[in-house]
């Protein structure tokens, strides 16, 4: 169970594959901890040396808090996630963004892209809106707990069939999202609920690959298709069978659709 220091906070992250090889890292989406991807790096880690670690306030790193006005920004994000590879001693990575991660993940790519090599935006967006909805979920978590939506957000990450056939599945993400701090999430929804990152994404100038689960309604295909029109060069793949959280419900497919795309690169 490694731990570091990274950006003044302590950082839980995982670390495994061929010492040499190409860097992948991983991001996370809201409300989980890097054991999202755990179907996914058997499948990339014979290749790559795979990085995960759970986002500020998200499974076992370190929360900082947040006020009623301020919490914490996707620059904040990104700079987590260049400070963990300045820790490990990783000048370069592929990176892999889930939702909010892969918010991260541009904003990195426009702030720091020299530590960058191929990007893989997965079911993300340049705006996850509208406001309201994070305004919305905040208050409730403030009224309630985290227990008032960690339900609720199982039908926008996984489709209708995998929720029925896979109930221990789901009840162990209902915890997941349950035990998430409460300053975390809140302060990862003011991050999104502020980000805008539309105008930004022109600039980004590491090779590119959108993928979105087709029955995504948290950032649907037509959102993917938007953010993918809006990098130069993107491309964009649709992944039948999967919703929010595809390295759940395809992590063969959606290993595959990234190690496709990483292999093609120069």
């Known amino acids: 169970m490694p731990f570091i220091e990274a950006a003044g906070i302590t950082v839980h992250y995982d670390l495994t594959g061929p010492a040499g090889a190409p860097v992948l890292l991983f991001a996370n989406s809201i409300g989980t901890s890097f054991q999202i991807w755990d179907a996914v790096v058997p499948h990339l880690s014979q290749r790559y040396r795979v990085l995960r670690y759970?986002?500020?306030?998200?499974?076992?790193?370190?929360v900082t808090p947040v006020t009623e006005e301020a919490g914490y920004s996707m620059d904040?994000?990104?700079?987590?996630?260049?400070?963990?590879?300045?820790?490990?001693?990783?000048?370069?990575?592929?990176?892999?963004?889930?939702?909010?991660?892969?918010?991260?993940?541009?904003?990195?790519?426009?702030?720091?892209?020299?530590?960058?090599?191929?990007?893989?935006?997965?079911?993300?967006?340049?705006?996850?809106?509208?406001?309201?909805?994070?305004?919305?979920?905040i208050a409730a978590i403030r009224a309630r707990g985290m227990a008032a939506i960690a339900d609720g957000v199982m039908a926008r990450w996984f489709t209708e069939r995998f929720r029925a056939e896979r109930p221990d599945q789901i009840r162990g993400y209902v915890a997941m999202v349950g035990r998430t701090t409460e300053d975390g999430y809140?302060?990862?929804?003011?991050?999104?609920?502020?980000?805008?990152?539309?105008?930004?994404?022109?600039?980004?100038?590491?090779?590119?690959?959108?993928?979105?689960?087709?029955?995504?309604?948290?950032?649907?295909?037509?959102?993917?298709?938007?953010?993918?029109?809006?990098?130069?060069?993107?491309?964009?793949?649709?992944?039948?069978?999967?919703?929010?959280?595809?390295?759940?419900?395809?992590?063969?497919e959606l290993a595959a659709l990234i190690d496709g795309f990483l292999k093609d690169l120069p």
């Open 54 to 62: 759970d986002m500020r306030g998200h499974g076992l790193t370190e």
């Open 76 to 137: 904040t994000l990104a700079g987590d996630a260049v400070a963990l590879l300045d820790a490990l001693g990783i000048a370069r990575a592929h990176v892999c963004g889930l939702s909010i991660g892969g918010m991260m993940a541009q904003r990195l790519a426009v702030t720091a892209p020299q530590r960058l090599h191929g990007l893989i935006l997965c079911d993300t967006a340049g705006v996850i809106g509208p406001p309201s909805i994070w305004a919305d979920r």
């Open 186 to 252: 809140i302060g990862c929804s003011m991050a999104i609920r502020d980000a805008d990152l539309r105008a930004a994404n022109a600039g980004i100038a590491a090779p590119t690959l959108v993928i979105v689960g087709e029955e995504d309604v948290a950032t649907p295909p037509a959102l993917a298709r938007e953010l993918a029109d809006g990098i130069p060069g993107a491309r964009l793949a649709v992944l039948p069978g999967a919703a929010h959280i595809p390295g759940v419900e395809k992590p063969a």
